[in-house]
């Protein structure tokens, strides 16, 4: 793929893509490089899951104690043809 876009090595392609103030030089996983046992792989991605943090979600929030008008109610929320995978209007409803 490089070759067919003009690039010699995968390399050069990669730093004509990545953009030097986010690239690092040198990535070198030493862990993973005699490879891993199942088990192995399976302690270190329980490590790395460990690390995540749970935050609260407020997807769905942004409805509740909203005032909607009736008129909205009855044309828009009330009717599916406004919501429905059948309709071109999902766009304006989300």
Do not use: C
């Not at 995968?10 to 004509?16: E, H, K, P, R, T």
């Not at 899951?49 to 909203?66: E, L, P």
């Not at 599916?80 to 995978?85: D, E, I, K, R």
Request: hydrophobic share 40%; no cysteine; aromatic share 12%.
């Amino acid at each position: 793929m490089a070759e067919y876009g003009g690039f010699n090595s995968l390399d050069a392609l990669i730093d004509a893509t990545v953009p030097k103030s986010i690239s690092i030089d040198n990535v070198k996983l030493p862990k993973f490089d005699e490879g891993l046992t199942e088990a192995q792989m399976i302690e270190h991605m329980k490590l790395l899951a460990s690390k995540n943090k749970v935050f609260k979600s407020f997807i769905g929030m942004g409805y509740y104690n909203t005032y909607v008008p009736p008129v909205i109610l009855r044309n828009i929320m009330e009717n599916p043809s406004w919501y429905t995978q059948y309709t071109p209007y999902q766009a304006e409803i989300a």
